[in-house]
């Protein structure tokens, strides 16, 4: 930061202030006044001059006489009120008249002060205005940012597959319906959770994560639903549980399935009927809480082995969604990738980085077993590995080399090739089978075998002059003689 920029820093004005009043001894001394405080203020004597101001800029507050030439502050207020809704309006008075008061508050003013305007006084009101209106301000961003990184717009993909869960989960949303996600472990079952609290009449309030899976048995009872003091030896004080904890908002009970089944049956009594009694406790209370369980696990199996019990099951269940896994939805993986590949580069300062698009498709054949969270995590060891401005096919984990290419290029039909592994071969072998491979697919088509590959027509047309791949002649016919001489 320059010199200069420090100065206009410091002496950057706090907000905009409008005084209308046609008195030029006040007017002049309620600027001093906020001058002083570090406000940027703007004067006019009469409703029409406040107006053409209000026309021209921004203004957070107005502080209006009561009594102005042909038009009161009131009718001002009303005008100001419907055309910027925005901007604070505050009535000055000399009568500070109770009715005056209570009429200026119906036709939308923010408060009122009484002349003479004591300067602690106006000082107080001015803070009061301004720390609202910056509230609100982070409030705003707050909703923003959640919405961005919790809206179902976060979650990337344009699949059938995908476009299903996300129209279902939206209208889940507007419910308040218990919701059952299933899903392979790294498909974004916690994710698709929060997406669907914070887009439902719950948002403003708790979002309760519990994992049952990594609550020690033993405290499963005291985690989920609190405890009086003295239930037990250790327990010094009262516990709120996560259930009350979630009142009013979301309990999001991450892998239900290992839930212990003697948790099941009070679990079962908080759906039914909205009540958890504490540990030690001698009576019930009333929570309202949204549930939203996820699982990786087959619970129509657990109940058939008796693990799981089928009441809960179906009272979890009214709204069952199921995450398809990445395999099975192959067509979101370059996105996905070019999403985590800028997230990440922002995050480890690696802006530099460039990921050419003809290495998308070494991404798009595999299987990724752990999912989304696979693959954000496989783009992050790449970004931090990295050590050349743009990333190469040696920068991908080994996996991706190995089974990215051969998975969609056969062994060449050709008796002279040599049939290798996809660990055997050269770098450039691979290359070159892919290519020849799509050049055949596509009928020699540049064209549709460049946009096969993810990579320009340019860079398409370089590869097959560095490998030597040009379109066989057709071959000539034979004639009946060289047929026999070749038998």
Partial sequence: MTAMESLDLIHRPLGTILVVEDDASLRRLTQVQLDKLGYQTRLAVDAAGGLDILRREPVELVLCDLHLPSTSGLELLKKVHAEYPETKFVIVTAFGSVDTAIEAMKSGAYDYLT???HPVELRSLVERVFERRRLVEEVQALRSSVDQKYGFKSLI????????VIDLASRAART?????????TGTGKELLAKAIHFNGARQDRPFVIVNCGSIPRDLVESELFGHVKGAFTGAGAHKRGRVEMADGGTLFLDEIGEMPPDMQVPLLRLLQEGEVQKVGATSAIHVDVRIIAATHRDLVE???GYGFREDLYYRLAVVPIELPPLRERREDIPELVRCFFRENQIKHHREELRLPASLLRYFSQYDWPGNVRQLANCI???????????ITLN????????VGPSSCVPTPADSHSRELRAEDRTLDEVDRQVILKAMEKFDWNQTHAARH????????KRRLERYGIRKPKPAPESTPSSQSGSR
Avoid: C, H, Y
């Fill in 115 to 117: 002349k003479p305007l």
């Fill in 453 to 460: 590959l993810g990579i320009t027509r340019k860079m398409l």
């Fill in 302 to 304: 657990l109940i058939r």
């Fill in 157 to 164: 993909g344009e699949s059938t597959g995908l476009k299903n």
């Fill in 395 to 402: 920068d991908l984990p080994e996996f991706l080399q190995n």
């Fill in 176 to 184: 308040d319906a218990a919701v059952l996600i299933t899903g392979e």
């Fill in 380 to 390: 992050t060891r790449i970004i931090v590995l990295a050590t050349a401005p743009e």
